[in-house]
């Protein structure tokens, strides 16, 4: 479809591809994925919620993983992020398998599961949310003041807020 039918049909554009980055689909075949899933199958009890999910996430790549409620979205973070560990499957991160790793030794790649919503820690300030996202560099301030400060630097309007 030419842009002149996408434009008349109202289809979306999609964004011009940057110099030397790949095709869509295409990936150089050296390239190890940032994060990878293979057959991730999770049950709670005896109900199976996901089905072999694979998916794979490129470095400097933004994901979203979308779906109904119920679709499975947060199981599968979970599984990723060690609290709920997968019944079949592997996943991967910087090449490393690490299914059935600990939440502590997954927040300790970077990696964890934070609930969507509002109000996951009402009774704290912004300031106290702020530095329980650094808790795993609490015994060095000056990380720990680093990464507010870029956090700040990232959402001013925190700033403004950090006693609230």
Known sequence: MSIAERERVGAPRRRP??????????????????????????????VQILFGVDFEVFDGEIVALLGTNGAGKSTLLRAISGLTPPKRGKVFYEGREVTGSSPVDMARRGIAFMPGGRGIFPGLTVAENLRMAGWLFRDDGARLEGAIGSALELFPMLRERLDA
């Open 17 to 46: 591809r940057a110099p030397g980055e790949p095709r869509r689909g295409e990936r150089k075949a050296a390239q190890t994925p940032l994060l990878s899933c293979h057959g991730i199958d999770v049950y709670y009890g005896a």
